[in-house]
């Protein structure tokens, strides 16, 4: 039975013997990644299997990843080692979401998709429990899932589908590279390479998603990048859209992809710039309507208009993969306790959602609040310039800071004009300065560095001749 995208299909079977529930399985399947609960109850009821959608189960997954992000930052992880962790850790995402059903059966069984708060209450317990028991070798623990350097057994409970999933990735990927009796490569592998990909590059796909070796080129592949050539996405953009999600030549254009961009149309996104958006999110389409309506409820709840929400969305599909109880909200309630006004802050810069209070946020306003500047002073800054908590401490606002100390303006100078930090500090906040120093004017901060190179010599020409035009008057 083909399970929709929209609803859960279950199959009826004989009830079963009477007694109490004796048994609960919960598995991945490949290729067609359907999930079934199987569930035996007293004789009163009947036995069902019910079939989770693709679709579901993608949303799910990227949830997880979401808890995972999250969590590992809490832990003073960067943002490039969490995400190059979560990228190595798809046993353990699969492992996740596996969890997720055991934990909340019951919502399966009555077709009921988890919310996000069900999702992270259901995980960050088991997290934190493997945080306590493995402490520093935890990122090892969850690259090498099931089989962690120096334990001789799996952690944790693991499906009979975890302990075959290595063998299915390695059954996949000698599917894409094994050659037919005339030497030649699979038609949908040939069909991928003339699209600019390289053998290694889909290989390296495969492993990340097994499904993707078994995908029908007339069926399922070629008419996904047809679509996606027709938005007017380039050819040679289309490599790193399907490396990025591969999911996308699973997903039915009539039933699904169409219906998709078709409700986020009605949200707002710009039907013009799909090529744009897909291309710096691709992942937006997989994700279900659920999930999608839940941020956007939020961004309407902080005040965001319905026209705002879609050039966010627009502009930063990235921001549907945030949680929203578990990164949006508490972020929004951190930065509103510093006086930030949110829904202009979601507006101009809103990939600043995506940083942890912990490892991002909170350092730079400390870094502030000991150099003298008031809360007051911080909320100003973030309200003016929401890009500023977006850069590292030691690489970028430390080097500015300082200095900064070595020109010849008062702290409130940057509470005016934050945006300093957003300049080269080597390519042009020291050569302008140098500049200005050198004639000997004063010019404001934002007069330094944000006019153009012909307006700025400009202006220092002015300020030159109208200062030596008052030192000849007061000579005379």
Not at 24 to 38: A, H, T, V
Not at 95 to 104: D, I
Not at 170 to 181: K, L, M
Not at 445 to 457: E, M
């Amino acid at each position: 039975m083909r399970a929709s995208s929209t609803s859960f299909h279950f199959l009826e079977f004989p009830s079963l013997s009477r007694g109490p529930v004796d048994i609960y399985r919960s598995q991945l399947s490949i290729p067609r990644k359907l999930f079934f609960c199987r569930a035996k109850f007293d004789g009163s009821f009947s036995s069902r299997v019910r079939v989770v959608p693709a679709t579901l189960l993608a949303a799910e997954k990227e949830e997880a990843k979401a808890v995972l992000n999250l969590f590992l930052k809490k832990q003073g992880l960067s943002n490039a080692v969490a995400s190059r962790t979560i990228n190595k850790s798809d046993i353990f995402i699969d492992h996740l979401v596996s969890r997720l059903h055991s934990v909340h059966k019951s919502r399966y069984l009555v077709g009921r998709e988890l919310t996000t708060l069900e999702i992270r209450d259901a995980l960050i317990p088991y997290l934190e429990s493997l945080r306590e028991e493995h402490g520093s070798i935890l990122v090892d623990l969850l690259e090498n899932f099931p089989s962690p350097p120096g334990k001789e057994k799996p952690i944790g409970p693991v499906s009979p589908s975890h302990l075959t999933l290595e063998s299915k990735k390695q059954r996949a990927v000698s599917r894409v590279s094994e050659t037919g009796p005339a030497g030649q490569l699979p038609p949908h592998i040939l069909y991928l390479i003339e699209l600019g990909m390289d053998l290694e590059q889909i290989k390296g796909i495969t492993r990340r998603f097994p499904a993707f070796a078994y995908y029908s080129l007339e069926r399922k592949i070629k008419p996904v990048v047809e679509f996606l050539l027709d938005l007017g996405i380039p050819k040679s953009d289309l490599p790193t859209v399907l490396t990025k999600r591969p999911q996308l030549c699973g997903i039915s254009l009539s039933e699904n992809l169409i219906p998709t961009m078709t409700f986020l149309e009605n949200l707002g996104v710009d039907k013009r710039q799909w090529a744009k958006v897909i291309y710096r999110f691709p992942a937006l389409l997989t994700y279900s309507r659920q999930k999608v309506e839940v941020t956007v409820d939020f961004l309407s709840e902080m005040g965001l208009s319905a026209e705002s929400i879609g050039k966010i969305l627009t502009r930063y599909p990235n921001i549907i993969s945030y949680n929203v109880d578990d990164k949006l909200r508490p972020t929004a309630e951190y930065f509103g306790s510093l006086g930030v006004d949110i829904a202009s802050l979601l507006h101009r810069c809103p990939q600043t959602f995506g940083l942890s209070i912990e490892a991002n946020l909170k350092p730079v306003t400390e870094f502030f609040l000991e150099r003298g500047f008031s809360i007051e002073d911080i909320g100003t800054m973030i309200t003016r310039y929401g890009a500023l908590y977006t850069f590292s401490l030691a690489e970028n606002v430390i080097p500015k800071w300082e200095f900064f100390l070595t020109m010849d303006y008062p702290k409130q100078e940057l509470v005016k004009f934050p945006q300093y930090f957003g300049y080269s500090l080597e390519a042009r906040i020291k050569p302008r300065y140098a500049l200005v120093k050198e004639a000997g004017v004063k010019l404001l901060l934002n007069q330094v560095l944000s006019l153009s190179y012909h307006n700025f010599d400009k202006t220092l020409k002015t300020k030159m001749k109208k200062m030596n035009s008052t030192r000849a008057s007061n000579d005379t």
